[in-house]
């Protein structure tokens, strides 16, 4: 049964918001380019080509305010306009982006979308410092097609027909301006086959000074200059033969009007503009992927699929219950050993199993490697980002990105979004100074933040530098006594790191004065909830006069996970193995009292111990006990736990909320004799049982 059109509908319009999304970032890189290089004719090329593709693709799916509004912003992008205003041109490009931005939400939404009237106005006053007063054209134009209409206008010259282009200047003045397009068309249809006309509306905008059209006609040219002067609409017009040779080049038709004897314009083709980034576009032009041969550009593209991923999730959680059923068939093995140790079917039992166990693995990681994304599809966004916020700070600050080649689960990528662009805005506003206060101090007028992203074993680790003046461990301390988070004693026995951990506290913020981009106490606390979520943690380390950097330490995926076993009273819990630092056995007598709290030396450092026996209740004083390392930051604590398991590779389970109303547990899994395993949310479980006071002495 084939799609109804409501189903091919929808679906079109789930690629364009799909596309789209690109087409917006690369228009935001390429206007940022521009802002830096105004004089680069490839930038603006590439320019107007990603916003032809925005409005050609906009107008298939009926978003007619998008698409207007992309046809006026690609009339304004020549190599002209560039020279002359490129400062506002690149300022028009990156407020269009914006409100490009927003009509997309509200198209996806199905809301009205909002007013471009802004933009449009800051066209028209750019366009208006190139026009004399009076009559004449108000927008930039070229004698520029679509591929459809050079086809047909290809076929017109094949078969001999003579074809001319056509561009009408509209009178300023013109009385009857909203029925102009049609007299034009009629003048056109009387003249000839009309091959192409842009714009292709059936009135004509009230900012659109030009319009271009293609004609096959018998007449003489003079016939047809003659017949295309409308009396009171047409202030100006050029009639051109049109050549068979196709061209990459167009000179203005503006030009055409302001000067009889110049040359006659070339037409140009209008390109579809890829959405791939423009450094894989460089890098596809020099590097043919695997298996590509010279048969064309067009094989490059058959090695891309758009996958949804909900649909790699679905696959991802089978290949977590293979796992599953992995485990489960090794414990029956283990089972029927122990039973039948001498059997001789154990060995293929046992070769079976590996066997099996090795196309697993193999099937999993191609699997996670399909989930896998480049960092640099989160970094990218940040150059306008900080280029705004600095802007709107008074400050010149500079954006270095590394290791955006770092390979990262695509749902961790998405939910460190957030976090980022508080730590990247909180640099920003709090931590670069002003140009002034930096040369005062030795500094360079222009700050500079660096995103930096490496993996770390099984983690990533993301780092947020800046060369600011650095946080202020003792403000910091000082505004968590007044807020009531800490006493003064509790403040004095604090170490560096505990000190600034404080400025993850809701409401904190040491700013003199609240801005509109921070400073109200709310954005540090969300970093490290949302960090904790990820079953990560996030570290400060401070270079007073120097700057911050925070590190943001993320497993590279959420779904299968290496843990550590381990059983308190009659439950199994678990731990990532990523956490664990070490194991060791300690007795009674080597726990300690401090304030009232558990403690234990172990070699030249002190650890606080995290009793994990009040998870079910009271613990047990054994004589001897296991205490498993942990890492949380920079910071180590140890849980005290009944008997060790082992290392299982596990499969993460979300829990209900309406099963499990507690932050201490983070997920499950079932391990292959059936034992349902929970897996600890180490920070919640430090910080709710490590604050637990033992009273009375210990030995």
Not at 43 to 68: N, P, Q
Not at 319 to 326: D, M, N
Not at 496 to 512: C, I
Not at 588 to 609: A, K, P, T, W, Y
């Amino acid at each position: 049964m084939s799609n109804g059109p409501e189903d091919r509908g929808s679906d079109l319009r789930e690629l364009f918001f799909e596309t789209a999304a690109e087409l917006l970032q690369q228009l935001n890189e390429e206007g940022l380019e521009m802002e830096q290089h105004p004089e680069d004719a490839e930038i603006i090329r590439h320019l107007r080509r990603t916003v032809h593709t925005l409005k050609g693709d906009s107008a298939a799916c009926g978003f007619t305010e998008l698409s207007e509004l992309a046809h006026q912003l690609e009339d304004l992008l020549t190599p002209e306009m560039a020279e002359k205003h490129h400062n506002a041109l690149a300022e028009i490009v990156l407020a269009a982006a914006d409100i490009f931005g927003s009509m997309l939400a509200a198209y996806r939404g199905e809301l009205p979308p909002p007013s471009g009237d802004e933009v449009r106005q800051r066209i028209l006053e750019l366009t208006g410092a190139t026009v004399t007063q009076g009559e004449g054209p108000s927008v930039p134009a070229r004698f520029t097609w679509s591929e459809y209409e050079q086809m047909v206008i290809q076929d017109a010259l094949g078969n001999g027909e003579t074809v001319y282009y056509i561009g009408f200047g509209i009178d300023a003045h013109c009385p009857v301006r909203a029925a102009a397009m049609q007299l034009i068309r009629n003048v056109l249809n009387e003249s000839g086959r009309l091959l192409a006309i842009v714009p292709d509306q059936s009135t004509i905008a009230a900012n659109v000074g030009i319009v271009e059209a293609a004609v096959s006609s018998s007449h003489e040219p003079e016939w047809l200059e003659k017949k295309c002067r409308i009396p009171s609409v047409v202030s100006s017009l050029v009639v051109t033969a049109a050549a068979p040779v196709v061209e990459d080049s167009a000179d203005d038709v503006l030009g055409l009007f302001r000067d009889d004897d110049s040359e006659p314009a070339e037409p140009r083709v209008r390109e579809a503009a890829p959405t791939a980034p423009r450094a894989a576009r460089e890098n596809a032009a020099t590097e043919p992927s695997p298996g590509q041969t010279d048969s064309g550009a067009g094989g490059a593209f058959d090695t891309v699929l758009r996958v949804d991923t909900g649909k790699v999730d679905s696959l991802l959680n089978l290949v977590g219950e293979l796992i599953l059923a992995k485990s489960m068939l090794h414990q029956t093995v283990s089972d029927f050993d122990k039973r039948y140790p001498r059997d001789p079917l154990k060995v293929k039992f046992a070769d079976a199993l590996a066997f099996q166990a090795r196309i697993i693995n193999d099937l999993q990681k191609s699997v996670m490697k399909v989930r896998m994304v480049p960092v640099e599809q989160l970094f990218r966004r940040f150059p306008r980002v900080v280029r705004d916020l600095a802007r709107s700070c008074g400050k010149e600050v500079a954006l270095m990105l590394h290791g955006q080649e770092t390979d990262l689960d695509k749902s961790i990528l998405d939910m460190l979004a957030e976090p980022l662009t508080h730590l990247v805005r909180n640099a920003i506003d709090h931590g670069i100074e002003s140009p002034g206060e930096r040369i005062r101090a030795g500094k360079s007028a222009q700050g500079a933040v660096t995103l930096k992203a490496y993996h770390q074993g099984s983690q990533i680790v993301i780092e947020v530098t800046d060369d600011g003046r650095g946080i202020d461990k003792e403000k910091v301390v000082a505004k968590a006594i007044e807020l009531g988070n800490l006493t003064q004693a509790e403040a004095g026995g604090l170490s560096e790191g505990q000190a600034l951990n404080l400025v993850f506290h809701p409401g904190l913020s040491t700013a003199d004065q609240v801005t509109a981009i921070s400073g109200r106490g709310v954005g540090m606390d969300v970093v490290k909830n949302v960090v904790e979520r990820l079953k990560g943690s996030v570290s400060i380390k401070v270079a007073q006069g120097k700057g911050t950097t925070f590190y943001l330490k993320v497993p590279l995926t959420l779904a299968i996970i290496q843990a550590l076993l381990f059983r308190v009273g009659e439950k199994t819990y678990a731990v990532p193995l990523t956490s664990v630092v070490e194991i060791a056995r300690v007795s009674r007598n080597d726990v300690h009292l401090v304030d009232q709290r558990e403690v234990i030396q172990l070699r030249e450092e002190v650890l606080s111990l995290v009793q994990l026996g009040y998870l079910g209740g009271k613990p047990a004083r054994a004589n001897r006990m296991f205490v498993v390392v942990i890492t949380l930051g920079d910071q180590k604590f140890g849980l005290v736990v009944d008997r060790l398991v082992g290392e299982e590779e596990l499969v993460m389970k979300a829990l209900d909320d309406h099963l499990v109303a507690t932050d201490l547990v983070s997920g499950a899994s079932i391990l292959g004799d059936g034992t349902v395993v929970l897996i600890l949310n180490l920070p919640s479980v430090v910080a709710r049982l490590g604050k637990i006071r033992v009273m009375g002495a210990t030995a």
